[in-house]
């Protein structure tokens, strides 16, 4: 079989679950099992890997299905012992005070307190603790994933303390190869790395400039009652303000820092200026935005999870200080497990997994119950516990409501990332065929030419949606992106920071963080219709990247120190 035919066949997968999920409106119950027994046959039939292997990739996927489900847990269980201890009816309270616009409160909520939560945390987080806060506010569940989705952009590459960086670029690039390169012409890996992750921080400052905004006119478009574009556009001075005031320290950090802080630093300082010129009215309109009542919403709209005011009804009134410590703490946990070496090595500590997997040299898989966002967030619900004063069977009614929630996301991610482990693991086979994500670039790459840097982001972003991080993404593809710059005699260092670009964007796409966020607040079954809303921001997020590609090489000359400024053909 030609390497042509066998890179089509690759993505047969994927878009099998595009025409099932976006084209036919399949939920992901019934389009995912069908993906993974497709995907298995191409890994067996065509790549020619061992039913050992494929295997192996699939109990590999079920111990990453139990990791992402224990953080799934940990944010519903926050959520809903929040609701038992009148949290939440305090939180409502407090955000009229800022603002009862939900137009600034997706702003607030979704982007600027989003982008602290995935800088400190990564790996579907924001999404898993946004969307059930603003279903908590008032918000449509539906409308709630979605903004969540969204939030899963700009900072994602700096997420969780700067892994997707530090792991992925760093893991995925040949280091000891490139170092050596770099010493014969006076250079040296930092210096190399520094150039990479400052272009990051820049061109993700460019791109987000305008994402709050697409927020919002995706918000007022698709769930408001007039159905209007215009309602998020007369946003704009106030969401642009909002971008600006996240994207400039980010950058700056990002350049001068490095890539652990950019994303919770910019969100810090974001939510210092922003919130009080909310409070101000600085830059809004007159015209106060809500949705229609909830009567009135569509029944596509609604997640079985609800957060009405009788539910807390009779209860003693909670501060909004108080009620808001439980994501103070989240936040400052997070930070701190990631950041103090004692620490994090303590809850690795408490770890239970399968190194080499039947056998299979590279197919492990581990659960940290401790380290994991999960377990933080079990722990912050503990804490809720005592500085609410709950009551016990208050607490076991939270807990009784979460996991009921949790059965269908399990159901959905069993079949999704084993799926995932066998694309990624299909390069170890007995044909000496490189792995489908990369065949699938390379198809990319052979049939663009000298454009190619325009669709590198979009490459990214493919690997992305196949595994769903960002991470992995750059552990995949950063090598390959590298050596086709080498072939095009452009820099390496600018076109894997475009493919670490485009792999962020990519998570507002992939399917189980879809599934993850939809978990939350109980809006399984509906996963095509926020892939649906999804794809416009990150198309725009791809050709905006693209286009800063394309000018970085042949109208500002950019290069490193293995490259000199490319020459236009």
């Excluded at 892994?163 to 040296?188: F, H, N």
């Excluded at 670009?501 to 926020?530: D, F, K, Q, Y």
Aim: hydrophobic share 55%; with cysteine; net charge neutral.
């Amino acid at each position: 079989m030609s390497q042509t035919l066998l890179s089509i066949l690759a993505f047969v997968p994927l878009v099998l679950a595009g025409v099932l999920l976006i084209g036919f409106r399949w939920p992901a119950k019934y389009a995912m099992p069908l993906v993974f027994v497709l995907t298995a046959f191409i890994g067996l039939w065509a790549w020619d890997m061992t039913f050992n292997r494929v295997l192996a990739s699939t109990l590999q996927g079920l111990i990453l299905t139990a990791a992402i489900l224990w953080i799934i847990f940990g944010a519903i269980l926050l959520l809903n012992t929040l609701k038992h201890s009148g949290g939440i009816a305090a939180i409502r309270r407090g955000f009229s005070g800022i603002s009862p616009d939900k137009r600034v409160q997706t702003l607030i909520v979704a982007w600027l307190f989003g982008c602290f939560i995935e800088g400190a945390s990564g790996f579907g987080t924001p999404a898993a603790v946004a969307a059930p806060l603003m279903v908590a506010l008032g918000f449509p569940a539906l409308a709630a994933v979605v903004m969540g989705m969204m939030v899963q952009s700009t900072p994602v590459s700096f997420g969780a303390v700067g892994t997707p960086i530090l792991v992925g670029v760093a893991g995925g690039l040949d280091k000891t190869g490139l170092s050596e390169q770099l010493t014969a012409v006076g250079s040296d890996w930092p210096t190399l790395f520094h150039l990479i992750f400052s272009r990051v921080a820049i061109i993700h400052a460019l791109c987000g400039i305008l994402m709050p905004l697409f927020m919002l006119c995706i918000l007022t478009r698709y769930f408001g009652r007039n159905r209007s574009w215009k309602e998020g556009l007369v946003m704009a001075p106030f969401a642009i303000f909002t971008a600006l005031c996240f994207v400039i320290p980010y950058a700056l950090a990002g350049v001068f820092l490095g890539p652990e802080f950019p994303s919770m630093i910019g969100a810090l300082v974001g939510l210092a200026i922003v919130v009080p010129a909310a409070k101000a009215g600085f830059l809004l309109p007159k015209e106060t935005w809500d949705f229609a009542p909830a009567s009135e919403w569509p029944a596509e709209w609604m997640g079985k999870i609800e957060m009405k005011i009788e539910d807390v009804a009779g209860k003693t009134p909670i501060s909004v200080p108080m009620a808001w410590a439980p994501y103070l703490l989240l936040a400052i946990f997070l930070v701190m497990s990631r950041v103090f070496p004692e620490l994090k090595a303590t809850l690795l500590a408490v770890s239970y997994g399968w190194t080499n997997i039947l056998g299979e040299t590279g197919v492990s898989g581990a659960l940290e119950p401790l380290y994991l966002p999960g377990g933080i967030l079990v722990f912050v619900v503990i804490i809720t516990f005592f500085l609410h004063r709950m009551k016990a069977s208050e607490l076991g009614a939270a807990i009784s409501e979460s996991s009921k929630t949790l059965l269908g996301a399990g159901f959905v991610l069993i079949f999704t990332i084993p799926m995932v482990r066998i694309l990624i693991n299909s390069g170890v086979n007995q044909s000496d065929l490189v792995s489908m994500p990369v065949a699938m670039a390379q198809l990319v790459a052979d049939s663009v030419g000298a454009v190619y840097p325009f669709f590198a982001p979009a490459v990214g972003a493919l690997g992305a949606f196949i595994a769903g991080s960002n991470t992995v993404s750059n552990l995949m593809l950063s090598q390959f992106q590298f050596n086709t710059a080498g072939l095009l005699g452009i820099s390496g260092a600018l076109m894997v920071a475009l493919q670490s670009v485009g792999a962020a964007a990519g998570n507002m796409i992939a399917i189980h963080n879809v599934v993850a966020a939809s978990a939350t607040v109980g809006l399984l079954g509906r996963e095509g219709v926020t892939l649906r809303k999804t794809m416009l921001p990150t198309l725009y997020y791809l050709i905006m990247a693209g286009i800063i590609g394309m000018i970085g090489f042949y109208v500002l000359g950019l290069g490193d120190p293995l490259v000199g400024a490319p020459v236009v053909r």
